[in-house]
């Protein structure tokens, strides 16, 4: 597709409930990011895959968190057991280069309510 | 630790004012800055990438310094328009081995009035 695509766009979940994010990247981009938003803040990093190795997943809040990009392309981010403190937006961004740097383009994000 | 930091964090101006937002970082070791835009309810776009050898970057009414030995980066809007209102994130990638992430800034959220 033209841009980073992510589903669902919103979800509601019930406390203690396992969710799975998605994240289709621009096609041929090496680099992935994951990063949670909590309203009125700016984006804090989660993990980082260079194609389908995880580089950097050093801002996973906790072991109920799960990122994996497989075959280099797809991304999901699960968390498993949701509480409340997870309620945000999770945004995935792509890049076409590695750790040199490119213009990173973002998802629309998925925006999570846990209840 | 590299901590990003935007002042101001709301800004209000008339349509066709000349404006700066400013963007500070405490290391100075880093690969590149972006500034980006965000529209309510929406994602980032990127607007400027200055890569650290760079000074500054320009593209239409933007334009976009850093100045690394200070940890300082200006975002210059020039006849500031409506539809320029949005929040304006400012976003940096250091060099420590095995860091790979944008480490961003709370963001400066500007209102254009008509």
């Known amino acids: 597709g033209a841009g980073v695509s992510q589903s669902p766009r919103y979800k509601v979940a019930k406390r203690g409930q396992d969710v799975a994010l998605r994240c289709d990247p621009i096609s041929g981009h090496v680099s992935l990011f994951w990063y949670q938003q909590a309203l009125g803040q700016g984006p804090e990093f989660l993990t980082y895959f260079q194609n389908e190795a995880q580089l950097d997943k050093s801002g996973l809040p906790s072991d109920r968190f799960f990122a994996e990009r497989p075959e280099g392309s797809v991304s999901t981010l699960k968390i498993q057991r949701t509480q409340q403190e997870d309620s945000a937006v999770y945004l995935c961004?792509?890049?076409?280069?590695?750790?040199?740097?490119?213009?990173?383009?973002f998802g629309e994000g998925s925006w999570l309510t846990v209840v | 630790k590299q901590e990003v930091t935007q002042i101001p964090a709301a800004l209000s101006v008339p349509e066709g004012e000349n404006l700066v937002l400013n963007c500070s970082f405490t290391d100075s070791a880093i690969y590149n800055l972006q500034w980006f835009r965000q529209d309510p309810g929406k994602g980032l776009t990127s607007l400027l990438l200055i890569q650290s050898s760079q000074r500054e970057q320009t593209s239409g009414r933007l334009n976009a310094s850093l100045d690394k030995s200070s940890g300082r980066s200006t975002l210059y809007i020039a006849a500031s328009q409506p539809g320029d209102s949005a929040t304006y994130l400012c976003a940096v990638r250091g060099t420590t081995s095995g860091t790979y992430k944008y480490i961003f800034g709370t963001g400066t959220r500007l209102k254009v009035l008509a």
């Open positions: 961004a792509s890049s076409s280069q590695g750790i040199s740097g490119n213009t990173i383009y």
